[in-house]
């Protein structure tokens, strides 16, 4: 039995932006005009106590920004829409990595006044890899912006693909009239007013020239001939091109003003694909083999891309986010940990609009599931209901930035040790057990990673920690052509190796020279710069 209908009415994507560009707001609005929610949180209002839906963890509150991916569906045109909100802030750079390997399209945000920014850059490099579809959404309108014709060409020079205006805008910040619509051939007229819905917005036919031209003056004649060059210097929109991630649809808006938001929905089901297939390893014969795995396939399959502990602290509980590759999910179904080789019984599978949970009666290929366990999942592991196969691909980046952790009450080791070991399987910072003993320590992409981990320590375990400097500035993992060449590496440097989540071996540098030397007296010795989950229950296929 195949489950095509079901994957086709799919489209899971993540929204990706530098931090300020709109993105969390973007999304209440999405979730508000999809009917998910029924009123919209700001993210900016810190002392208010109505916070972002996306937004649940203390210190995000506190802070105002968001510091942890978060998942949610809705339904939507008969669609189900699964949108993974993504840390905007570089710091938390690994987990929105981690999370764009789940998806099948990215929604790039753009602040209209600063265009394509730093972060952005990274995000978008990682979705040239995977040739992930983007839509972008170009944000705040309404404020006093740059030129529609210059953010459109520094798109297309920093996607290094051209973009197709889908809207386009009358006007910009006190003179903002509104977009109009290319696919519909209609403009839709801005009113300010963060309680809008889309039905309050006044809509006119383009064949309503001359009104429209008495209305807007000025400003209607410049978006006519702005729109005329940009459409004449675009190809038209080529839906495989863009599934390709060979060319970007170009929305404009303003998200907090409710505007030009519907359109960006509808494009997410007109446009975006619906769940594809994966690439995965498959043991045949004892030989790992690489196989398409089809959405529609009857067998279940999935991977673990985010693990997240304690989203509900009285039950102590840790949650695998898995995205569902093939086949249907039911209660009570028997699932196995690859890597292990173990049953999976989870307490409870759910689905998510961040931190309320439902149930899950049915999923199918391209939703996002939570498995609550009490451990024995970590990131990257595939799950299925019984078929060898592993999916590979989930990055993990070696850190450059590592502190030591001193406990403040010796009492407490049992419980730093717990909370060290449930928060580095969960991604949220890289712990390394030294090989000779010692203080652990931690490695971060950025120095706020380090801050939610000692505030989340305190917080979620009792602990509270000092985090004092080392001399380490950097980390590869280690892996050899034989046993013998890795047992002699590992007596020259005994003080250099440390164990990491994973129990994979890592070398600690102190300067960018350690690798080199150490390179040239082991050349047999390989040092990795990135490490992909490894399924250890198929051997060298990971």
């Known amino acids: 039995m195949t489950y095509a209908l079901e994957t086709r009415r799919r489209r899971t994507f993540a929204i990706i932006s530098h931090p300020d560009a709109g993105k969390t707001t973007l999304t209440e609005k999405l979730l508000l005009f999809s009917g998910a929610i029924q009123i919209a949180g700001s993210v900016k209002a810190r002392k208010a106590s109505r916070h972002a839906t996306s937004d649940w963890m203390e210190i995000e509150k506190q802070r105002g920004i968001s510091v942890a991916s978060s998942v949610m569906q809705m339904l939507y045109r008969d669609h189900v829409i699964n949108l993974l909100d993504t840390?905007?802030?570089?710091?938390?750079?690994?987990?929105?990595?981690?999370?764009?390997?789940?998806?099948?399209?990215?929604?790039?945000?753009?602040?209209?006044?600063?265009?394509?920014?730093?972060?952005?850059?990274?995000?978008?490099?990682?979705?040239?890899?995977?040739?992930?579809?983007?839509?972008?959404?170009?944000?705040?309108?309404?404020?006093?912006?740059?030129?529609?014709?210059?953010?459109?060409?520094?798109?297309?020079?920093?996607l290094g693909m051209p973009c197709v205006p889908m809207t386009w805008p009358v006007g910009q910040g006190k003179s903002f009239g509104g977009i109009i619509n290319l696919r519909t051939q209609a403009m839709t007229v801005f009113d300010s007013g963060s309680e809008r819905l889309p039905q309050d917005f006044e809509t006119?036919?383009?064949?309503?020239?001359?009104?429209?031209?008495?209305?807007?003056?000025?400003?209607?004649?410049?978006?006519?001939?702005?729109?005329?060059?940009?459409?004449?210097?675009?190809?038209?929109?080529?839906?495989?091109?863009?599934?390709?991630?060979?060319?970007?649809?170009?929305?404009?808006?303003?998200?907090?003003?409710?505007?030009?938001?519907?359109?960006?929905?509808?494009?997410?089901?007109?446009?975006?694909?619906?769940?594809?297939?994966?690439?995965?390893?498959?043991?045949?014969?004892?030989?790992?083999?690489?196989?398409?795995?089809?959405?529609?396939?009857?067998?279940?399959?999935?991977?673990?891309?985010?693990?997240?502990?304690?989203?509900?602290?009285?039950?102590?509980?840790?949650?695998?986010?898995?995205?569902?590759?093939?086949?249907?999910?039911?209660?009570?179904?028997?699932?196995?940990?690859?890597?292990?080789?173990?049953?999976?019984?989870?307490?409870?599978?759910?689905?998510?609009?961040?931190?309320?949970?439902?149930?899950?009666?049915?999923?199918?290929?391209?939703?996002?599931?939570?498995?609550?366990?009490?451990?024995?999942?970590?990131?990257?592991?595939?799950?299925?209901?019984?078929?060898?196969?592993?999916?590979?691909?989930?990055?993990?980046?070696?850190?450059?930035l590592f502190m030591t952790v001193i406990l403040k009450n010796p009492l407490r080791t049992k419980q730093l040790q717990q909370g060290l070991d449930q928060l580095g399987e969960e991604g949220a910072i890289q712990v390394f057990k030294p090989e000779v003993g010692g203080p652990m320590l931690l490695g971060a992409v950025g120095q706020l990673q380090f801050e939610v981990v000692q505030h989340r320590l305190k917080a979620e375990y009792d602990c509270d920690v000092r985090l004092e400097g080392c001399q380490y500035t950097g980390a590869r993992w280690i892996t050899a052509d034989s046993a013998a060449e890795l047992r002699e590496f590992t007596n020259a440097y005994p003080q250099r190796l440390a164990l990491d989540a994973a129990n994979t071996l890592a070398y600690l540098c102190t300067s960018p020279y350690d690798v080199r030397l150490a390179q040239e007296r082991f050349p047999k010795i390989h040092f990795h710069p990135l490490r992909e989950h490894a399924g250890l229950a198929l051997g060298s296929a990971g």
């Open 204 to 400: 006119h036919p383009l064949s309503e020239q001359a009104l429209l031209a008495e209305r807007f003056g000025t400003e209607w004649l410049a978006a006519m001939d702005s729109m005329e060059l940009a459409t004449g210097a675009s190809p038209a929109f080529d839906p495989e091109a863009f599934l390709a991630g060979k060319q970007t649809p170009v929305f404009f808006g303003s998200g907090v003003n409710n505007f030009g938001v519907m359109e960006v929905l509808d494009a997410l089901v007109d446009l975006a694909p619906s769940p594809r297939p994966r690439t995965s390893s498959v043991l045949v014969n004892k030989q790992a083999v690489v196989k398409d795995i089809q959405p529609e396939d009857s067998a279940f399959s999935g991977v673990v891309f985010k693990v997240q502990a304690n989203m509900d602290a009285n039950h102590r509980d840790r949650i695998a986010f898995v995205r569902m590759a093939s086949g249907k999910y039911t209660p009570g179904m028997k699932l196995k940990v690859q890597r292990t080789a173990k049953e999976l019984r989870p307490t409870s599978v759910v689905t998510f609009l961040s931190q309320r949970r439902e149930a899950v009666d049915e999923a199918y290929a391209g939703d996002i599931i939570g498995f609550t366990t009490h451990g024995g999942v970590q990131l990257g592991d595939t799950i299925t209901d019984g078929a060898n196969l592993l999916f590979t691909g989930l990055p993990f980046f070696a850190p450059e």
């Open 87 to 158: 840390p905007g802030h570089k710091d938390f750079s690994e987990d929105t990595y981690r999370v764009l390997t789940a998806v099948d399209s990215a929604l790039m945000v753009i602040d209209a006044a600063n265009g394509v920014e730093a972060q952005t850059r990274r995000l978008i490099e990682v979705c040239r890899q995977r040739d992930t579809p983007i839509i972008t959404f170009v944000n705040k309108m309404d404020r006093e912006v740059r030129d529609p014709l210059d953010i459109l060409d520094e798109v297309e020079r920093e």
